[in-house]
């Protein structure tokens, strides 16, 4: 048999979806798995396409199948197996053969792990790959790290098992080192925030409205043919429509428990320490961790008696919802591209802007129509704030009211709404010229001295005349 053109390791469902994907656009791949049972299985499944899969026993015959120089792609948990990996395959591989780690990596691990692999003057990419299982066999979004030449070998395969937008591939090169996994931790943030504002709007049609799961369903399948157009609301739509054998529905049926790896956490801990506010994206972090407390939710729901929630019929429109959502979601994409910019200035990435938005609009799951806008606004000001584009200020100042009344009427009810709410003190921040962070100076400069800046005067390193009186 032919050697093949690239190999992978790790048959977990991204890797086999990952393989047949490759496979299937006449790629000829090798194959490993720790389990030689699963990559049997593997080939033996993979009917028309097994021709072009090399199943692997072991990882010398791994890298004797490949053609050289060698790209091998792993697929296993991120974390130390990532590391162990790489040290278990680089003895068997040639000074220019790549490893691709396209799992979801802490780009921290990432930058460590390409700085390795430069001292070693071994090539060596970070790839973040979003789409879930049916991205990965079909075409997922493909957001690229590490040097510049190690991408343009593997481009070729890369861009064409990706998504397609308008026959644009969904896959880009973003950047040296951990630029990829970076670009996809923040994917993930904005991923959190916008199931998390949904999640707020739906909460408020059950709750606050009394609506049933398939009147939601017919709410989002609404919206999902306006302006809110995305996979996230369109399987919104879908999972409140869908019931159990016994007729349930579904969203009736599932424990109030939200899961998470760890990828939207891991923004948030970037955004900190990059001093890049993401408060759309921590309250989604926060809410998912709330939700994990569900018995002391339950005692305090005993303690103090539930919210208040009804609504008054009227009290909120759908069309109020979905405008809330619209602004909520502008937010939310603006603290994202904030924080690109504010890594890519750190870590010395240049990372593109527009092309980040362009390979989001498919394969990914925060996939929407509102990114090829997003890409449009970024490629006139790149390091502009989304805020202050034409298109997207014009739909700030039309659906604004909507996300302050949605707000303050859930609050008024007891109705939480914590990501809608961020956005809209986001948004409040972002238009106050005053701020009352000068009462912040004054204090810090009365307990510790730490001088202030002056309206009236040029200078640093101002002082109070509050000296002696602690
Ligand atoms: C994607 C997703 C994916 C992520 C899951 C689960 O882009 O395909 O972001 O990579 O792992 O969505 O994430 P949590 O378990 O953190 O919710």
């Known amino acids: 048999m032919a050697q093949s053109e690239i190999g992978l390791i790790g048959l977990g469902t991204m890797g086999a979806m990952l393989s047949l994907n490759i496979a299937e656009n006449g790629f000829p791949i090798s194959v490993f798995n720790r389990t030689t049972a699963r990559t049997t299985e593997f080939k033996a499944n993979a009917g028309d396409l097994a021709d072009r899969i090399t199943a692997c026993e072991t990882l010398e015959e791994l890298v004797a199948s490949i053609k050289s120089p060698r790209a091998i792609i792993l697929m296993v948990p991120a974390g130390e197996i990532v590391d162990a990996q790489i040290a278990a395959l680089r003895p068997f591989l040639d000074d220019d053969d790549m490893i691709i780690d396209a799992g979801n990596a802490n780009f921290r691990d990432t930058q460590r792990r390409a700085a390795d692999a430069d001292k070693a003057g071994v090539p060596f990419l970070g790839i973040g790959v979003s789409g879930g299982e049916e991205g990965a066999r079909f075409g997922p979004s493909i957001m690229g790290g590490g040097p510049k030449e190690a991408w343009d070998h593997v481009a070729h395969i890369l861009t064409a098992i990706s998504a397609k937008y308008e026959g644009t591939p969904c896959a880009t090169w973003m950047g040296e080192g951990g630029a990829g996994h970076f670009v996809k931790a923040v994917h993930n943030g904005i991923e959190y925030a916008d199931m998390q504002m949904i999640a707020e709007t739906y909460g408020i049609m059950r709750d606050g409205q009394g609506m049933t799961a398939q009147q939601c369903a017919a709410v989002f399948d609404a919206w999902n043919d306006g302006v809110l157009q995305s996979y996230l609301v369109e399987i919104s739509g879908k999972v409140s429509a869908a019931t159990d054998d016994s007729g349930a529905p579904m969203l009736d049926i599932i424990m109030d428990k939200a899961g998470q790896k760890g990828t939207g956490r891991w923004t948030v801990i970037e955004a900190q320490h990059l001093g890049a506010p993401v408060p759309v994206i921590e309250a989604a972090v926060a809410a998912r961790n709330l939700s994990a407390l569900k018995s002391q939710r339950e005692q305090g729901e005993a303690a103090y008696g539930a919210a208040p929630v009804a609504l008054a019929d009227g009290a909120l429109t759908d069309d109020d919802l979905e405008q ?91 109705l939480q709404v914590p990501a809608l709410s961020a956005g809209l003190a986001y948004f409040d921040a972002m238009r106050t010229g005053r701020s009352t962070a000068n009462m912040i100076q004054a204090q810090r400069d009365f307990f510790g001295a730490h001088g202030f800046e002056r309206t009236d005067k040029d200078g640093k390193g101002f002082h109070g005349p509050w000296g002696g009186q602690l």
């Not at 092309?355 to 806008?373: H, K, P, Q, T, Y």
Request: aromatic share 8%; with cysteine.
């Open 324 to 414: 809330a959502l619209i602004v909520g979601k502008i937010m939310c994409y603006a603290q994202g591209f904030a924080l690109l910019n504010a890594a890519s200035a750190e870590f010395g990435w240049d990372l593109p802007m527009p092309e980040i938005a362009r390979v989001w609009r498919e394969g990914c799951i925060i996939r929407s129509s509102m990114l090829n806008d997003m890409a449009s606004a970024l490629t006139e000001a790149p390091d502009g704030n989304l805020l202050f584009a034409p298109y997207f200020s014009d739909l700030i100042r039309r659906n604004e009211p909507s996300l302050r009344k949605t707000v303050t009427t859930a609050l008024a009810h007891g």
